[in-house]
């Protein structure tokens, strides 16, 4: 695909293409975002357009930028982990290949996953590659956790921060890309926190509304939550397999409540479907709505920490009948 359908990051494209015209492309660039920001695809796109010969580079229909994109290109790598991390043996076998010109292509580039999560022998062997490579490298590396990087290999590549990409962006990108209702592109743009990545990997999931329900009956049953059911109830919930995205949809309909309540504007709402409970319900206050979410949070990050999620699940509703 060209650049032009790749959505967001405008001001990263922008100063890439300016790079790519004066052929000034740095020869290590670090990619920072959370996952599902685009960092791989822009990093591939990327590695298309240096090789790419046509006239508005990447054409993404040539022979060279189709082998890019099925990781075919003899120029073109992917290294990502092995075990626990990006082992020196990997680093080593780069510094080999670095030394030959291109096979095929102008520029050899690399891209490095989750670079973070190289081990110090493989970062420190990965700073003398960075020090002086052959004209025709790019390292390309790709991280979420910038700050675990070694300051010297950060110093060495020119930092480009992914944004947030606004939830209207994706709601369209959604609609015209994936055939989605309005409606329902909204709900999915919401929940990505302006991850386009998520945004697509959530509406191609088959069980979301189904999840999303529960979610609703989940908040719309807890004012009726008897003591004797908080443990049953959190063992069925400790059974979904999606438990974080489940809390992450919670949270949202309880978001949607309250800004309903303070504003009492349908623009706000997310989960237009529900917002016959949003205007009639009286039990969820705006105090209770807060006290919900703090807790919702903190079950997340329990389960983020591993906690058992029976026990996750459990303490959270046993707080929630007790103190709000
Ligand atoms: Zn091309």
Redesign the pocket.
């Known amino acids: 695909m060209p650049f032009q359908d790749f959505i967001g990051q405008e001001q990263i494209i922008k100063l890439l293409k300016i790079s790519l015209a004066e052929n000034t492309l740095s020869h290590a660039l670090l990619f920072t975002g959370p996952a599902g920001s685009g960092k791989e695809t822009l990093a591939f796109l990327l590695a298309?357009a240096v090789n790419?010969r046509?006239e508005n580079?990447?054409?993404?229909?040539?022979l060279?930028?189709r082998k890019t994109m099925s990781l075919n290109h003899p120029d073109v790598r992917l290294l990502t982990r092995e075990g626990t991390g990006i082992r020196i043996s990997q680093i080593r076998a780069l510094e080999q290949e670095s030394l030959s010109q291109p096979y095929e292509g102008r520029k050899k580039v690399v891209i490095i996953r989750d670079a973070e999560d190289m081990s110090l022998a493989a970062a420190n062997s990965f700073l003398k590659t960075l020090e002086e490579p052959p004209p025709y490298m790019i390292f390309v590396l790709l991280s979420g956790r910038p700050q675990a990087l070694l300051p010297t290999i950060k110093s060495r590549c020119r930092i480009f921060p992914f944004q947030p990409v606004p939830e209207k962006l994706i709601t369209a990108y959604l609609v015209k890309k994936k055939a989605l209702l309005p409606a329902e592109a909204r709900i999915f743009a919401a929940l990505s926190r302006g991850k386009v990545g998520l945004a697509v990997a959530l509406s191609e999931g088959e069980e979301f509304f189904a999840l999303r329900e529960r979610a609703y009956s989940f908040i719309k049953g807890l004012r009726k939550l008897a003591k004797k059911e908080i443990f049953p109830l959190a063992e069925k919930l400790a059974q979904e397999e999606e438990s974080a995205l489940f809390l992450d949809l919670c949270l949202e309909i309880l978001r949607d409540l309250f800004l309903y309540r303070e504003t009492g504007k349908e623009d706000y709402v997310t989960n237009i479907d529900y917002l016959e409970f949003y205007q009639n319900d009286r039990y969820w206050q705006q105090q209770r709505i807060l006290g919900a979410i703090s807790l919702l949070v903190k079950a997340k990050e329990d389960l983020g920490a591993s906690v058992n999620p029976k026990l996750a699940f459990g303490a959270m509703l046993l707080e929630f009948k007790e103190v709000i």
């Open positions: 298309q790419c046509e580079p990447p054409c993404g229909e040539c060279s930028c």
